[in-house]
């Protein structure tokens, strides 16, 4: 038998266990107790966080990683991600929106736009159907926080590793006849913040909403969707792009809802005639989102996400403000506010005819509609006002070609993902900002 140095106890003696045990036998052990405990300490980290927070798992180049290298390969493809824009055609750009907005709409004229918005945006759908708009398949590549995180299945399993960890230890140590060390014992306890262990540590979050509407309308009143345990809200919805690859996705989640609207009766519509539309997931409903004494049917502060993209821009610029800070009061502690709309100089705004413009940076189409071109400081003031974290703001430059015509237009959009803060003792920072990027 060969006589090894042991592990350095609590008191800075040596363990004596393993010291009639053949070298590279102990050795075995020793090595698999690290990976086993290392193991451990890694998937309570990370499961700490629902994965519908962790905004950090986009690949290393978000939003598309196809990029141009060789100019002479331009028209190889339709579009190209990650674009930077050279002096000259930033300030071509420039020079564009301040010829396209010197003449401005007439005051008169603006006024019938905004109290008729509604009407322009129910001809439209009218017109066009939901042949207009393609389904937005991308959201879920981009918006990973659409999809619920099932809790039951994700704390059974934290605590099955948990188990198996405690256990694995314990069997290594009892071939070798020696007790658990204290000090290795309560290093996941450490880990997890809580001497209760992870399970405790995981239900304080679980139960967030429940404590804090344990005496509102979720314990008295039924309402679309109440007994859900994940809800979700398109603004806006249009004739359903967005809701159905949604809905395709939470048809093996019954525990979550969709809920839709739009302020176009026209759209509504045709989300509810929709084949795959299902009214025991979803509730579609027409609403103004400027209309601060339209109620939800919903009580607030019940929502796990808010899906806000290419609506916000439809907006007039005074009212976007009480808009969001309506929607922030809807969120549960903890819940996102995905958004995604136009940015500064996208080709739509380059676009635009002299005596289209509204006000600054803000025009009016043919048919009546209108678009607000975003820059990213305005995204960040805006919903930061409402008392949201930002988890993600950025630009998403990108060239879009025709090859036929041999012809490239630049597209810019604003992208951004903002948290309602968890009203926590501890602050909010340590508990999930670790696993949360800011683009």
Same mark, same amino acid.
Request: aromatic share 10%; net charge positive; charged share 25%.
């Given at each position: ?122 001809? $439209? ?42 256990? #694995? ?55 679309? #969707? ?20 949604? /809905? ?9 809802? @969709? ?67 309506? @929607?922030?009061? /809807?969120?549960?502690? #903890? ?26 940076? $803000?025009?009016?189409?043919?048919? #009546?509609?209108?678009?607000?071109? $975003? ?23 990108? @060239? ?23 009203? @926590? ?15």
């Amino acid at each position: 038998m060969w006589q090894v140095p042991a592990v350095v106890g609590k008191n800075g003696m040596l363990e004596s266990w393993c010291l009639s045990l053949p070298l590279a036998y102990t050795v075995a052990v020793l090595i698999r107790m690290n990976v086993i405990w290392r193991n451990s300490v890694s998937c309570l980290r990370i499961r700490k966080v629902p994965h519908r927070y962790q905004s950090g798992n986009h690949p290393a180049a978000p939003l598309g990683s196809r990029i141009l290298t060789d100019p002479a390969k331009v028209f190889e493809h339709n579009m190209w991600d990650h674009m930077q824009w050279s002096k000259e055609e930033a300030a071509a750009a420039r020079k564009r929106v301040e010829e396209n907005s010197a003449v401005r709409v007439l005051l008169e004229e603006q006024v019938k736009y905004e109290n008729e918005a509604s009407q322009y945006w129910d001809t $439209f759908y009218k017109i066009h159907k939901n042949k207009f708009f393609k389904d937005r398949n991308w959201l879920l590549r981009e918006f990973p926080e659409i999809i619920p995180v099932d809790q039951k299945t994700e704390e059974k399993t934290q605590e099955s590793s948990w188990d198996n960890v405690k256990t #694995g230890a314990a069997n290594c140590f009892s071939r070798t006849h020696c007790p658990i060390m204290p000090e290795e014992k309560n290093l996941g306890m450490k880990r997890c913040g809580s001497s209760d262990g992870p399970s405790k540590a995981r239900s304080h979050f679980s139960n967030l909403d429940s404590e804090e509407h344990s005496e509102g309308p979720l314990k008295t009143e039924l309402f679309p #969707g109440s007994s859900a345990t994940f809800r979700i809200l398109e603004v806006g919805c249009g004739a359903g792009n967005s809701v159905f690859p949604i /809905l395709n996705t939470l048809q093996n989640a019954p525990e979550s809802f @969709l809920y839709c609207c739009d302020f176009a009766s026209g759209a509504v519509e045709l989300v509810k005639l929709h084949s795959s539309y299902r009214a025991a997931q979803c509730c579609a409903f027409v609403h103004d989102v400027c209309d601060e004494d339209s109620p939800y049917p919903f009580p607030d502060g019940i929502l796990d996400v808010i899906l806000l993209v290419f609506v916000l821009s439809s907006i007039h610029p005074d009212r976007m403000q009480g808009v969001i800070n309506r @929607l922030s009061k /809807l969120l549960k502690p #903890g819940g996102m506010l995905l958004f995604r709309d136009y940015g500064r100089y996208d080709k739509t705004q380059l676009r635009f005819k002299r005596g289209h413009c509204l006000s600054e940076n $803000f025009y009016v189409r043919g048919d #009546g509609t209108r678009a607000y071109f $975003f820059t990213k400081g305005e995204v960040h003031t805006m919903f930061c006002k409402a008392g949201l974290d930002e988890k993600q703001n950025l630009v998403d430059r990108r @060239l879009q070609v025709n090859r036929k015509k041999q012809v490239k237009m630049h597209r810019v959009w604003v992208q951004g993902k903002f948290q309602k803060p968890l009203h @926590l003792t501890q602050k909010p920072s340590k508990l999930v900002s670790p696993l949360l990027s800011h683009d």
